[in-house]
């Protein structure tokens, strides 16, 4: 199914003054950089100038620098499209629903049947019990604020959540739960209770004072219980009434009965539709018979409350301001008109409501056309206007997986390639990379978005800036699980290069053999060896005492790893073994040239010990690789200071005097 394109929404920059100047713009992943420049403007606007975004959840802008200059000075904004992700008070909505969601994903496969949808509804329960928190969370935060800047920030995210919730319970109801006609009603009860307080408060109010029924406020909770549906504790209210006013009681108890026999539906599918309509016909014409007999004519107030009870609009419509929203309204005009409603009729219901409610001069408000949608059961409008309206993807996002484990959104695919779950999974993750932290929390959602998942993560992957190795590790660790090959080695090369150049050598050799790169291994072995050169020791001994098999990585690795064994087998006067692995490392041609002399000079020790430790055909081998370095063979190189003349003269005495004591004694040998 393709969508139709619509012109993007525009986004102004603030301070900004497009008609003076050309701006010029620099797209990110998740920001936008837009800049003010010299240039005027030679013609009228272009069109995909910056200032105009995708629809989808808005931009908001910072300014991010500026130049010093006066008032022609440029300025630089940042755009980013999921600011939210920025608000602390919000990490805990991100947080826990990713355990959510990651938990709907596992549980998927294991469940069938009714234990499916009953599982399904109770996931729901739970991201809606993470948004109350959440809000709750950020209510006492905008109290205790003392930045007024916080705090307006905190106060303006409350009413967005009570927003989330509301939509969230009411599309949990119609589509999760999908309640039939009976027990739909009694969803919608519970649904306004929970959403719609403000009649707690005034109870709170009238019930603290010393006679509850003389209260200016009486009636109205009176009258707020009836609408609502909590016959109990209206007829409770209602007892008090009767206590102060004993002329009433007659009113009070016809009233009390007709209230405690009105006919509610069953969620225990006890009575069917056919049944409960009957009782409820019943019911309306005992209440239509006492109110044309004028048993409340002397209580306005009672004469109301019938009123209602018999469905009267005007009566109903008369409460307005103690309903506050047209789908109070609706839900009150149901219960005492239409309390068998089916689903697919909520639609018509819903739309004569908000017209009678708001009035025909009033335009709906975004958040009124989102549970409009839902009424009509429009469920992709539903996601595309909350996706216009919200200010972030993490509500889209959700819901939408959840719909889609109800199997609700299969026929609905983008023109583009994914459908709408993946986009919007995408969308939303892509969000979580541009913050410091939550950018593990997107990794998930990628893992399951099985069209684009991978390739998102890959790029995205890349972009995260690698500050710390451990914050490196972390990354690496979730590449090398999703067998991520090449971003291993593009992670380790670049903490390779950082190390090297805070000339930090153990951690870059140790880097770059993680990442399998033989040249960067190459490099840095002779770093280790122009620093042995130099200072006369090894740094990191450790690693180079436990490389392993990954001393093959290169041929100047498994020199270093070799000469460190030459220097252990010295050190604990294995003479004889050290000696062949040095003559071993001089004669394979594996060594770097600049290292030679040092090898020969690591020889001196052996060829002046009282014991013959270099053979004749040994020592006829270290003249042969002294020959190769003075005359130049191999690097060009000429002795021109006197430290490595004398160094070569020393040598070649002390070779002579091996080669004679090895001569005589192989001689003795064979006579013998």
């Known amino acids: 199914m393709e969508e139709p394109d619509v012109e993007p929404a525009v986004t102004v920059v603030p301070g900004a003054d497009p008609a003076a100047g050309q701006l010029c713009f620099a797209w990110g992943p998740t920001e936008v950089l837009v800049c003010e420049t010299r240039f005027g403007r030679t013609g009228g606007s272009r069109p995909g100038r910056p200032g105009s975004g995708a629809s989808g959840p808005a931009l908001s802008a910072c300014v991010a620098g500026r130049e010093e200059g006066g008032a022609s000075a440029s300025r630089v904004f940042v755009f980013r499209k999921d600011e939210d992700i920025y608000i602390d008070a919000l990490r805990k909505l991100f947080n826990e629903s990713h355990g959510i969601f990651l938990g709907l994903q596992r549980s998927e496969e294991k469940l069938a049947g009714k234990s499916r949808k009953a599982h399904l509804v109770q996931v729901s329960k739970n991201y809606r019990s993470v ?46 739960e999908a309640a039939a006609a009976g027990p739909l009603l009694l969803r919608l009860l519970d649904w306004v209770r929970l959403h719609v307080c403000d009649v707690d408060n005034m109870v709170r109010e009238v019930l603290s004072s010393e006679d509850p029924s003389k209260h200016e406020l009486f009636w109205n909770v009176v009258d707020a219980f009836v609408l609502q549906g909590r016959m109990d504790e209206a007829r409770h209210l209602l007892s008090k009434e009767a206590s102060a ?134 469920i992709h409008e539903v996601i595309k206007e909350c996706s216009i309206a919200l200010s972030n993807w993490w509500f889209v996002a959700h819901l939408t997986d959840l719909l889609d484990h109800c199997k609700l959104l299969q026929s609905h695919n983008l023109y583009f390639g994914s459908n709408m779950r993946e986009f919007l999974l995408l969308e939303y993750a892509s969000g979580l990379f541009s913050h410091h932290s939550l950018w593990q929390l997107g990794v998930s959602y990628f893992d399951y978005c099985p069209e684009y998942g991978r390739a998102y993560l890959e790029l ?89 098999p990954s001393m093959l990585l290169s041929d100047r690795l498994t020199f270093l790893a070799k000469y460190r064994e030459f220097h252990r087998l010295y050190g604990e006067e294995q003479f004889s073994e050290a000696a062949r692995l040095l003559l071993m490392l001089l004669t394979s041609h594996i060594a770097p040239c600049f290292f030679w002399m ?75």
Not at 252 to 279: A, C, F, G, H, W
Not at 333 to 338: E, I, K
């Open 131 to 176: 948004i109350r928190a959440c809000m709750e969370d950020m209510h006492q935060a905008a109290i205790s604020a003392r930045d007024p800047a916080l705090q307006n920030q905190y106060s303006t995210q409350v009413p967005i959540l009570s927003a989330m919730e509301l939509i969230w319970n009411l599309c949990e109801i119609l589509f999760v």
């Open 245 to 378: 006013n004993p002329m009433s009681m007659n009113m009070y108890r016809i009233l009390d009965d007709l209230m405690e026999k009105m006919p509610v539906p069953s969620l225990n599918n006890m009575q069917t539709l056919t049944e409960m309509e009957l009782k409820w016909q019943h019911w309306h014409e005992e209440c239509q018979r006492y109110l044309q007999n004028g048993t409340f004519a002397s209580s306005s107030h009672m004469e109301s409350i019938c009123k209602i009870l018999l469905g009267d609009e005007d009566a109903i419509l008369e409460k307005k301001e103690l309903m506050t929203t047209w789908y109070h309204f609706l839900v009150t005009r149901l219960l005492y008109s239409h309390p068998t409603v089916k689903p697919m009729e909520l639609r018509f219901y819903a739309q004569s409501s908000m017209d009678l409610f708001l009035g025909r001069e009033c335009s709906p408000e975004p958040l009124d056309t989102i549970l409009m949608a839902a009424f009509a059961f429009e």
């Open 460 to 548: 995205h992957i890349e972009r995260i800036p690698l500050n710390t190795e451990q914050k490196a590790l972390k990354v690496l660790r979730i590449c090398e699980r999703r067998q991520m090959q090449e971003q291993v080695r593009s992670i380790c090369k670049i903490m390779a290069m950082k190390a090297l150049r805070n000339n930090r050598l153990g951690s870059a050799l140790s880097w770059s053999i993680r990442a399998k790169d033989s040249a960067f291994a190459t490099l840095i072995s002779d770093r280790f060896l122009k620093d042995y050169c130099e200072r006369g020791s090894f740094s990191d001994l450790d690693l180079i005492d436990n490389l392993g």
């Open 598 to 672: 040092t090898l020969l000079t690591d020889a001196l020790p052996l060829l002046e010990q009282k014991e013959v430790i270099f053979s004749t055909e040994q020592t006829y081998g270290l003249m042969r690789c002294l020959e190769d370095l003075t005359a130049g063979k191999l690097d060009k190189q000429k002795f021109q200071d006197d430290v490595e003349t004398m160094k070569v003269e020393m040598l070649r005495l002390a070779l002579a005097r091996n080669l004679a004591r090895a001569i005589i004694k192989e001689g003795t040998l064979e006579a013998s």
